[in-house]
């Protein structure tokens, strides 16, 4: 089985600063990993995902995330937010071999972005 | 495409009251889920079926049930609604369960009182 962990339940950052959203996972198999954003009152939508190949993966709308095999994590970065930005983002974990192949998500993120 | 639609948006039930939640997508997408999310507790699965004529038991399958019975329509029933049930539900769809992302409805939020 595995599991995820986003270390902050909220994150309060300025407009046009950068920001970092950390998420690490357990697993006894390889993983593929996803962050998906939820826009209030909206259902979920995906905005990068690792399967393989290039640690540094680029998103929609900016985001972009590193894949650290050896600290397990997945954080999600931008260099510059924007007000747009304020809302929920999940990180997702699915083992890409063997145990059960259902999505596991964490708790999630809450961004907001202040003016 | 519509993508994954979701009916009904809202719904007050008195506990003890049954409906079903109906997720409907377009894409022929094999899998699909559902999901209650309450604050603080992420995304937890419900059911899922990974085909039609096919369910299995999430996370949390206590107090519901589902069927899979057209490929492009998946059903959470409510047999007695209690006020634990109280959430926003979310269905959501893939083509792979393993590396494919998954594509969600815009959610129902139901009141049980």
């Known amino acids: 089985a595995q599991s995820v962990t986003q270390l902050d339940s909220q994150v309060p950052v300025f407009e046009e600063a950068p920001v970092e959203l950390r998420c690490n996972y357990s697993s006894s198999v390889s993983v593929y990993l996803f962050w998906y954003v939820q826009y209030p009152n909206q259902g979920l939508q995906l905005l990068l995902k690792y399967l393989s190949g290039s640690t540094l993966v680029k998103g929609i709308n900016g985001f972009e995330a590193e894949f650290n095999k050896s600290q397990t994590s997945f954080h999600l970065r931008k260099p510059s937010v924007h007000i747009s930005d304020t809302a929920e983002y999940f990180c997702a974990v699915s083992p890409s071999a063997g145990g059960s192949y259902i999505p596991t998500f964490g708790r999630g993120t809450s961004l907001i972005v202040h003016p | 495409n519509a993508g994954v639609t979701q009916t009904p948006k809202f719904r007050v039930l008195k506990t003890g009251q049954s409906m079903t939640l109906l997720c409907a997508q377009d894409?022929?997408?094999?899998?699909m889920y559902w999901y209650r999310q309450d604050p603080g507790m992420g995304l937890r699965l419900i059911h899922y079926?990974?085909?039609?004529?096919?369910?299995a038991k999430g996370e949390v399958p206590d107090g519901y049930n589902v069927s899979r019975l057209k490929k492009q329509n998946f059903l959470l029933g409510l047999e007695s609604a209690a006020p634990s049930q109280t959430s926003v539900y979310f269905c959501a769809s893939s083509y792979s369960i393993r590396a494919g992302e998954q594509y969600f409805g815009p959610g129902t939020r139901l009141t049980v009182t």
């Open positions: 894409m022929n997408h094999e899998y």
């Open positions: 079926s990974v085909g039609e004529g096919t369910t």
